[in-house]
């Protein structure tokens, strides 16, 4: 059993509509991190949340939008995507310190129709 | 520009054989190194790690090299079981928050 959750594990959705990716970890980890992955692709770090504050945003598009309300929890609010942002989307979570691995969920499908 | 290269993207092994999954890195930076082996329709799940203070570390069957020099990281499996086929991904690191992955290589052990 994965220690990160997220929901939903799969999700169609139009170019038009709005939805949101959720995470949730109880393991007192202070960093919390989303990425897309592509089939046959490694993941791509898309942002970083380092003590509940965005650290990391790697030039990701603002139809894109992260929130982390709490140490828990971790959003990725999703609007006006496009056909090519289908993927899978991994929510991963850390102690944030060196030499201490990221623990992943087990994603959430994304197709934009 | 990948910096963490799996070249081989699929391996096949006996049951009871060693498995022998290679990795290469261009950044002489990274410092963390790291295994991830994924199932289907699961997330990535952390295998073993190594500072580059290190050239090797070993947990039960598991044994991850690292060659500083050639930038080169292996991972050894001995025994390989059939639960051991997944897709084994190396990450790579220089900044505790950010890691670089592997494209991954497909492990099958044949009973």
């Known amino acids: 059993d994965t220690e990160v959750t997220q929901t939903p594990k799969h999700l169609v959705m139009g170019m038009t509509n709005k939805k949101s990716l959720k995470c949730e970890q109880h393991?007192?980890?202070?960093?919390m991190y989303w990425y897309k992955q592509k089939a046959k692709k490694p993941p791509e770090l898309m942002f970083v949340y380092s003590y509940e504050k965005l650290s990391i945003n790697e030039s990701v598009p603002s139809r894109f939008s992260p929130e982390c309300p709490n140490s828990s929890l971790l959003n990725l609010h999703l609007h006006a995507l496009q056909p090519e942002d289908s993927a899978l989307y991994l929510c991963?979570?850390?102690?944030?310190?060196?030499?201490?691995?990221?623990?992943f969920g087990d994603g959430t499908r994304l197709s934009i129709l | 520009d990948q910096q963490v290269k799996q070249n081989s993207p699929s391996l096949s092994v006996q049951e009871g054989r060693i498995s022998i999954l290679n990795c290469d890195y261009t950044n002489s930076m990274f410092d963390y190194f790291l295994w991830y082996k994924k199932y289907p329709a699961e997330g990535p799940t952390f295998l073993i790690s190594?500072?580059?203070?290190?050239d090797k570390n070993e947990d039960g069957r598991f044994t991850v090299f690292l060659n500083k020099s050639a930038k080169h990281l292996s991972l050894h499996i001995v025994p390989s079981q059939p639960g051991d086929s997944a897709v084994y991904f190396c990450a790579a690191s220089q900044d505790f928050n950010k890691f670089y992955f592997g494209s991954g290589t497909k492990l099958n052990v044949k009973p």
């Open positions: 991963a979570s850390s102690h944030g310190y060196s030499n201490q691995p990221q623990h």
């Open positions: 393991m007192g980890h202070r960093a």
């Open positions: 190594i500072s580059s203070i290190k």
